[in-house]
């Protein structure tokens, strides 16, 4: 079984680098698995990732 602390850190990591780059910051799901987080830059261009939530 995953540990939860294995789980937590890359997910806090991930999260800081997004709130300390990013700004406007939106989640949007599709079909409650696929997940992008998107956020504008300083300059306002548009960036960000994209995950699968595991359940």
């Known amino acids: ?6 789980f937590l850190e890359p997910t806090q990591n991930l999260s800081q680098i997004l709130r300390n ?4 910051i939106k989640e949007y799901k599709l079909f ?3 997940v992008y987080l ?4 300083d300059s306002g261009d548009w960036a960000g990732v994209w995950t699968q939530e595991f359940l």
């Open 1 to 6: 079984m995953y540990e939860i602390e294995n």
């Open 21 to 24: 780059n990013l700004i406007n």
């Open 32 to 34: 409650n698995y696929d």
């Open 38 to 41: 998107m956020g504008q830059t």
